[in-house]
């Protein structure tokens, strides 16, 4: 079905790069081109066309980049591809305007197989290349358009199939001689849960209890359900934990079981509650009803209880986007992590 949301002007894919060429001269002094990164935006969604190019336009006011957008349908039964251009400007002070170019493909039937000549076609010199993949990896991967990635995002909370997915990320993540940098998403919107766990434990009293940990909980809804085994992987390789046989607990390096569950919940955001018990003393982090605050809760034996707020930001995607497009190293933890993370989902 054809989207009536039409990004920017149409143009011939042979003149793209002439048509750009006019569109600058065009706009005279005022404009300045400028990018950063390449940016290419895979999506099987028509109608996200609208949202997806109003995201481009604010990451481009904070990140210049040269943004392709490509909206696919490889199971339509007619073999069309059309495109179009459009650039992005933002006031940069004295009247002159930064602005960052668009192309957007629209690639239906067979025209979809032709994505990494598209995609190499268009780049923008030899700038870095940040892949954001809003769908399901493919199988078999295309080795020649993974090859000269150098940044791959992702959203493992959008995913249907976790285990065969996160088993193609590390398939992606394991090629010789590979360079590519693994962003989920879904990782670094538990940042904020991450720093809030680990901040309980700066407390003098709460650091000897690490090595006691006998249960892990979390509470999470069912979209929250990826998020949390991140978690419970992240805990695992920071505390060198091991799965255990059954799948619902762990060992520690010293042979003490720790018990694990997730619990279901209905709440608005990604996880609910996390929950360590110690054993007399346990720790809670947990966002508050209007999901603005995490609310922890520290129970030792021979102190006050002690009880904390929080800010818990919102974790908005355009804001998720530029933290990722900002930063230049890798997500060691997040790549340690997998491995647990890859045994849970099997389970």
Request: proline letters at 5%; glycine letters at 8%.
């Amino acid at each position: 079905m054809e989207t009536a949301f039409e990004p920017g002007l149409p143009v011939e894919i042979g003149r793209i790069e002439k048509e750009l060429g006019k569109l600058w001269e065009s706009s005279g002094d005022t404009k300045t081109r400028a990018s950063l990164i390449n940016l290419v935006v895979y999506t099987e969604d028509p109608g996200s066309t609208s949202a997806d190019t109003a995201l481009i336009s604010a990451i481009a006011g904070k990140h210049a980049c040269r943004a392709i957008l490509i909206i696919a349908n490889p199971r339509a039964k007619e073999s069309v591809a059309k495109a179009w251009i459009n650039a992005h400007c933002h006031m940069a002070g004295k009247g002159r305007q930064i602005c960052s170019e668009q192309i957007t493909f629209r690639l239906d039937g067979d025209s979809a197989a032709a994505l990494p000549n598209i995609v190499f076609s268009h780049l923008d010199s030899d700038l870095p290349l940040c892949l954001w993949w809003k769908h399901d990896f493919p199988e078999p991967l295309d080795e020649k358009l993974w090859g000269w990635v150098d940044r791959v995002i992702y959203d493992s909370a959008s995913w249907k199939n976790p285990a065969h997915q996160f088993a193609l990320v590390r398939h992606i993540s394991s090629r010789e001689g590979n360079g590519i940098v693994l962003c989920d998403l879904n990782w670094t919107r538990l940042f904020p849960w991450r720093y809030a766990l680990a901040g309980m434990f700066d407390h003098s009293a709460a650091l000897p209890c690490l090595p006691e940990i006998g249960k892990l909980s979390i509470a999470a809804p069912p979209s929250g359900r990826t998020a949390a085994l991140l978690i419970a992987g992240w805990f695992a390789n920071r505390l060198n934990w091991q799965l255990a046989s059954d799948g619902r607990s762990f060992t520690s390096a010293q042979g003490r079981r720790i018990a694990f569950e997730i619990e279901s919940g209905a709440g608005a955001g990604i996880l609910e509650s996390v929950r360590l018990e110690c054993g007399k003393a346990s720790f809670e982090l947990k966002l508050t009803e209007d999901a603005e605050f995490f609310e922890s809760t520290m129970r030792i034996p021979g102190i006050p209880e002690a009880h904390q707020l929080s800010p818990a930001p919102q974790g908005r995607l355009e804001e998720t986007l530029l933290r990722e497009l900002s930063r230049a190293g890798r997500h060691a933890l997040y790549t340690k992590s997998l491995d647990t993370v890859l045994q849970l989902v099997a389970r």
